[in-house]
Every structure is written in structure tokens, then in C-alpha cells.
T-cell receptor
Framework: EAEVAQSPRYKITEKSQAVAFWCDPI?????LYWYRQILGQGPELLVQFQDESVVDDSQLPKDRFSAERLKGVDSTLKIQPAELGDSAMYLC????????????FGSGTRLTVV | DQQVKQNSPSLSVQEGRISILNCDYTNSMFDYFLWYKKYPAEGPTFLIS?????DKNEDGRFTVFLNKSAKHLSLHIVPSQPGDSAVYFC????????????FGKGTKLSVKP
């Protein structure tokens, strides 16, 4: 069964350091999303890509967060500098054209900022 | 301002009984609704969905009901099994397949043997 791959699974970093997460969507899924899930909350969209283009980054804290999907396939989300409040699960999801039921999440990266 | 609300943080049900998870929304533009199930340390997995043109969708033990006038949907699980114990997220979307999903905060379901 096709999966959305994310790495690393867990990351502990000190505040003010840089951290990066990687996502490889399901082959053929042009739409890719990064979500942040704080414990006890639902996932919140950070950025949405259609192929290599950003469709929606209105909720991305652009002073410290950046995201790219240079070749329209895999994607990287970066935080620099990390803050204590960034501790959360970072989820990547991808979706085939025209099919919300095919919206598939990866296992996520659990970030702890100390 | 939360557009998708799951007001019950947790629910405990006996095995074999019905589990009913509720979700309310405020945005009348939402036209597609989904339920996701999430185990600890895993990403959410798709469970069942419903379009705003329907009021019911059924898939095995899972049924989703939509009441558009009340802006309310519910997920029924019958019969409930211990393996159903997880966090359930309600999600909504509008603007067709190019949109993204707005999630509720989730309800933790515990099914006791």
C-alpha cells in the first residue's frame, strides 16, 4: 500500500537551533500539505503545494518557517530558529487530483524543543 | 474562531454498544465532510466521508449522518470494538477538491471490553 514517507520520526532540538523535516508524498499526488498538530488539538494547515507552487501559506509563520517543493515531488519544512512553542507533531499529507478521500497522511515528525 | 467543533474531548463505550461522535461546524460554505481516526504516534487515517448533497453515508460498522440545517454531523460505530479505541477527528472542506481540510480538536474514544 502506498504511503506518505516522513523523516525523522522524532526530533529533539534546542531553542534557537534550526530544524528540518522531509516528506515524500505518494507517487502521482500533485497536492502536498504540511500540518502542525499541537497535543490536544486538531491538525492545522501550515502550507499547501500544488506541484512545486505554493497554493496557501497564509498560516505559515514566515519569519521562522519555510517550505519548499522544488521539483514538485518531495518537500522540506524548515524552522529557524526553533522556539519552545514549536513543539508539536508535524504531519505531511498528499492527495490525488479531485479526491479528498485519497487524502493520505504520513506518520509525522514529533518535534520537541528544549 | 473554530469553524469545526468537537465539543466532547472523550467518550467511553462498552464493547458491542453504539459509539456516537458528534461534530458541529459554523461555515455554511463547507460542502464535504470527513472523519479520520488516529492512533498514538501515527498520522490520521481516513475513515468515512459525506458530501453535503447527502444526509447519510454508510460503510460497514461506520455511518455518518449530516444535518445541514443544524450544521451538525455525527459518526456512529455499531458495534463498537476495542480496536476502535483512538482519537477521531472531524474535518470539513469547501471549494471543491482544490481546497484543504479544517479539522476539529478530536474526540478520544475508549471502547472497554
Amino acid at each position: 500500500e502506498a504511503e506518505v514517507a516522513q523523516s525523522p520520526r522524532y526530533k529533539i532540538t534546542e531553542k534557537s537551533q534550526a530544524v528540518a523535516f522531509w516528506c515524500d508524498p505518494i507517487s502521482g499526488h500533485a497536492t502536498l500539505y504540511w500540518y502542525r498538530q499541537i497535543l490536544g488539538q486538531g491538525p492545522e494547515l501550515l502550507v499547501q503545494f500544488q506541484d512545486e507552487s505554493v497554493v496557501d501559506d497564509s498560516q505559515l509563520p514566515k519569519d521562522r518557517f519555510s517550505a519548499e517543493r522544488l521539483k514538485g515531488v518531495d518537500s522540506t519544512l524548515k524552522i529557524q530558529p526553533a522556539e519552545l512553542g514549536d513543539s508539536a507533531m508535524y504531519l505531511c499529507a498528499s492527495k490525488p487530483p479531485g479526491d479528498f478521500d485519497g487524502y493520505t497522511f504520513g506518520s509525522g515528525t514529533r518535534l520537541t524543543v528544549v | 474562531d473554530q469553524q469545526v467543533k468537537q465539543n466532547s474531548p472523550s467518550l467511553s463505550v462498552q464493547e458491542g454498544r453504539i459509539s456516537i461522535l458528534n461534530c458541529d461546524y459554523t461555515n455554511s460554505m463547507f460542502d464535504y465532510f470527513l472523519w479520520y481516526k488516529k492512533y498514538p504516534a501515527e498520522g490520521p487515517t481516513f475513515l468515512i466521508s459525506i458530501s453535503s448533497i447527502k444526509d447519510k453515508n454508510e460503510d460497514g460498522r461506520f455511518t455518518v449522518f449530516l444535518n445541514k440545517s443544524a450544521k451538525h454531523l455525527s459518526l456512529h460505530i455499531v458495534p463498537s470494538q476495542p480496536g476502535d479505541s483512538a482519537v477521531y477527528f472531524c474535518a470539513a472542506s469547501w471549494g471543491g477538491s482544490q481546497g484543504n481540510l479544517i479539522f476539529g480538536k478530536g474526540t478520544k474514544l475508549s471502547v472497554k471490553p
